[in-house]
Nanobody, 124 residues
């Protein structure tokens, strides 16, 4: 059973960058697709990015394409989300999630394991 711990959130000005990291405890990490989701106050959770178990296939939500990059290191059982050119509308709690399949998905219900979340705040 995968346990996920996010880190790297914080406060940044618009146009700045942050790198989120998620450490997984699961030894078979490479068999799990990983995703990042976010939830802003008063809004539903939304998909941000996902990556296949091999790291070859990557999906991004339209609002973050060209600004965010998802990556993984299977040897270290970590997944990262590099966020550049941040905007105030990126402000949210960001969650790392693991899916019991190597194929990535865009829907939160497809993921069975979740981290506790890390706050990202972008000031204008």
């Amino acid at each position: 059973q995968a346990q996920l711990v996010e880190s790297g959130g914080g406060l940044v000005q618009a146009g700045g960058s942050l790198r989120l990291s998620c450490a997984a405890s699961e030894r078979t990490f490479r068999t799990y697709a990983m995703g990042w989701f976010r939830q802003a106050p008063g809004k539903e959770r939304e998909f941000v990015a996902a990556i296949s178990g091999s790291g070859v296939i990557k999906f991004y939500a339209d609002p973050v394409k060209g600004r965010f990059t998802i990556s993984r290191d299977n040897a270290k059982t970590t997944v990262a989300l590099q966020m550049n050119n941040l905007k105030p509308e990126d402000t949210a709690v960001y969650y790392c999630a693991a899916r019991g399949s190597s194929s990535p998905g865009r829907v939160g219900n497809e993921y069975g394991y979740w981290g506790q979340g890390t706050q990202v705040t972008v000031s204008s």
